[in-house]
Structures are given as structure tokens and as C-alpha cells.
């Protein structure tokens, strides 16, 4: 069991930065693929960034050249880097820690809410 503690959202103005952490406890962090996903009010959770156990990363290209996402493995945390934020950037933005192979797991966190607004 892996739990997942995000930090760092808040309300931010547009054009803002934001940089969420995202804590998992155990010591396996280092085999995770780490993802943020985000939902925004009446629509489907979105995928926004992943980073493999390895270190590559990847965007949706919403965020392209704006977000970057990152992992310290020995401090078990995960971080998005926002910047250039935008109102349409308004969610919940969500940890994930994936673990694939012949049985996966998946592990959530509970979610901080970034606001961007003037």
C-alpha cells in the first residue's frame, strides 16, 4: 500500500506560477511511474504529466512549455512545475503512482485544487 500526500495548490493569477508536491510513503517509490492528473468541474479526469521510474517524462500538450514534471526519489516526493498558468489550468489536480507488469497497482492521492483567477 502506497499513500500519497499532495501540497502546494492554492489560487494563483493568471500568467502565476504554482509548484505541487506530491509525498508517497514506503520504499518502493523508486519502481513507480509517478502521474499528475487533473479534473476540472464537469469534466473527466485528464492525464497532465507522467514520469517513468526511469526519469522519462511526458505532457499533454495543453501543458507543453508551460509544466514541467520531475521526481526526487530520495525524498519519495513528485513535483509540477506550472508556470504561465491559465484560468482553463482551474482543477483538482491529482498524484498517481502506477505500478505495471503481471499485476498492476495504482494509488491515488486525495487531490489539491488550483485555482487561477484574477
Known amino acids: 500500500q502506497v499513500q500519497l500526500v499532495e501540497s502546494g495548490g492554492g489560487l494563483v493569477q493568471p500568467g502565476g506560477s504554482l509548484r505541487l508536491a506530491c509525498a508517497a510513503s514506503?520504499?518502493?517509490?523508486?519502481?513507480?511511474?509517478m502521474n499528475w492528473y487533473r479534473q476540472a468541474p464537469g469534466k473527466q479526469r485528464e492525464l497532465v504529466a507522467g514520469?517513468?521510474?526511469?526519469?522519462?517524462?511526458a505532457l499533454a500538450d495543453s501543458v507543453k512549455g508551460r509544466f514541467t514534471i520531475s521526481r526526487d526519489n530520495a525524498k519519495n516526493t513528485v513535483y509540477l512545475q506550472m508556470n504561465s498558468l491559465k484560468p482553463e489550468d482551474t482543477a483538482v489536480y491529482y498524484c498517481?503512482?502506477?505500478?505495471?507488469?503481471?499485476?498492476?497497482?495504482?494509488?491515488w492521492g486525495q487531490g489539491t485544487q488550483v485555482t487561477v483567477s484574477s
Open positions: 498517481n503512482a502506477h505500478l505495471g507488469g503481471t499485476i498492476t497497482r495504482d494509488y
Open positions: 514520469i517513468s521510474s526511469g526519469g522519462t517524462t
Open positions: 514506503g520504499n518502493l517509490f523508486r519502481l513507480y511511474a
